[in-house]
């Protein structure tokens, strides 16, 4: 029942999106990615999505350590505020952003219709995945360990790299494929504040939509198919570099 549920789900559609992208052929394939536009957008969805991951993995696990190592004043608001971005609609997130970073920005700030507004409609929308992934196990930390490194002389650098590093590796890496996968197939937080100006700010997953808008679902797909291997390669390295932590602890 669990692998005809996944099927259903997950690999069949999968399944029938890899297939239609090579109903026309190989060549027809590449072709169809390698456009000057799709390649354009494929490069600036996957830089930026690594650029958030790595962000996200500095800036995420900092957050979770104050959440949790520290007490201050507005601490439960602000737990709340972390989960915002699951709870609001994306689209409304795009609004948000163009309100506060648009060309009659409040603050004086104007990130609409470039990269770095890219990137910024990203880092918000991924950013509660790194944070609650690393949360827990800070939480489950013993203490007690971290108490008799420093006994024995060791600095709070030796300890967090000895001690705490290394267990929270794993989650900061699950946070950080979590991270990578929202950022490759987001489009309600973008589609406003990019602009979708070709070669400059558009994002894969709105060219996919133009090609459907356009009648031409093959091509759509093959840019699908090719963001599902990239997506996959780098989940699947992710995997083994956890793999690799985790052993060698």
Do not use: C
């Amino acid at each position: 029942m669990a692998t005809l549920y996944l099927s259903v789900l997950v690999l069949i559609p999968l399944g029938a999106v890899v297939w239609r992208s090579r109903e026309d052929g190989w060549s027809a394939f590449w072709s169809d990615v390698t456009t000057p536009e799709a390649w354009s957008t494929i490069k600036l969805t996957v830089l930026a999505s690594l650029g958030v991951a790595a962000i996200n993995v500095v800036m995420g696990t900092l957050i979770a350590w104050v959440l949790v190592r520290d007490s201050f004043p507005g601490q439960r608001i602000v737990e709340v505020l972390i989960d915002l971005p699951f709870a609001l609609p994306t689209i409304v997130a795009g609004l948000v952003l163009i309100a506060l970073y648009g060309p009659d920005s409040p603050v004086g700030v104007s990130l609409a219709y470039s990269r770095p507004g890219v990137v910024l409609a990203l880092l918000f929308v991924t950013l509660p995945f790194v944070v609650r992934t690393v949360q827990p196990v800070l939480l489950e930390l013993d203490v007690e360990m971290e108490e008799a490194a420093a006994s024995l002389g060791a600095s709070r650098f030796t300890t967090f790299r000895r001690i705490i590093l290394p267990n929270l590796v794993p989650a900061i890496l699950a946070g950080a494929g979590l991270s990578f996968a929202r950022a490759m197939s987001e489009y309600g937080s973008t589609v406003l504040i990019s602009g979708n100006i070709p070669f400059r700010t558009q994002v894969s997953s709105v060219h996919i939509y133009n090609q459907i808008e356009n009648d031409n679902t093959t091509g759509a797909a093959a840019v699908a198919t090719l963001l599902l291997i990239v997506s996959l390669v780098v989940l699947f390295g992710i995997n083994l570099i956890e793999r690799w932590a985790v052993n060698r602890d």
